[in-house]
């Protein structure tokens, strides 16, 4: 595998420039910029093409360079405890004198925080003095990216470095809790709700959208691969592609298995590499078949579900 290093050398030099790059992470790339900076997170809103209202996530390596910018309670810690760094992003009060630009959590009273596993996200936040503010390296609405190659799909030249880490672990973003009032989990993703509850020795629940929206990222039109789909399918229609959970893929071009072996992280591994090729292959409309809401099934359905709306 190619050496790396330089690499990570160049995106600090870009980010300590309030410039943007893109960083692997284990659920789905990120487009990282300074979360201190106003005019990097700016700049990020901009490449993106994303509302301002609907606020960004901040990476972070150490729980100590946490403590500076937010305050932590009781939940916070079990669940850092048993879940950091990995897949689980946290909403808690930011700090009164956190440095924390407004423009990351569109000056709200909360922000929303994690620590990547990934090993280049964690290798180039060591180097950083400050944490990295990153969404999804997509174009806002549209598919997250789970490698390098996405990405370049996404904004093709207009961007300066995407740092290759592979295809990513997990492949689905981060599950959301928030941990500031009453116990919620805002998105469901790469940690279960199962587990979350385990941990926490409490029953949770998902809220879903409302008018008072506390995580804009469930607005409509998200992860949309900008074709039609069809969820709860049993066959593929004239000119379109269907994608079932497990089993053997008929003998037609057409058809995809996110896993044959019905494993579940396999599927959300696999769900938006499937739903990418698919419409670069030229399909009009997708067809998907039932899948299991459970575990990272949840995850699946989310995103296939806000995927669907028209
Ligand atoms: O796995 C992930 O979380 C990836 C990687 C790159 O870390 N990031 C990601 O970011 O999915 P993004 O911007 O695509 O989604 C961030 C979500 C949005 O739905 C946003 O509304 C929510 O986090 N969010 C951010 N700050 C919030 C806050 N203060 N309160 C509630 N929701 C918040
Ligand atoms: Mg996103």
Known sequence: MKNIYPNIRRAKNYLINDDVVAIPTETVYG????????????????????PLKNPLIVHYYKLEDLKRDCILNSNFYKLYKKFCPGPLTFVLYKKNNSKISRFV????????????????????????????AAPSANIFSKLSPVSATDVKDEFGKKIKLILDGGKSRIGIESTIVDLTDKLFVLRPGGITIEQLEKTLSCKLKLKSQTNNIKSPGQLKFHYSPGIPIRLNAKYAKKHEA??????NVKNKDNYFSLSKSGNMQEAARNLFTILRLIKKRGYISIAVSKIPNQGLGLAINDRLKKASKK
């Open 242 to 247: 269907f994608i079932q959970f497990a089993g």
């Open 105 to 132: 959590n569109n000056n709200k009273k909360t922000v929303a925080v994690r620590f990547p596993k990934n090993k280049i996200a964690k290798d180039l936040l060591a180097k950083l003095n400050f944490p990295l």
């Open 31 to 50: 487009l990282a910029a300074n979360a201190y900076s106003n005019k990097a997170v700016k700049k990020i809103f901009s490449f993106k093409n994303r």
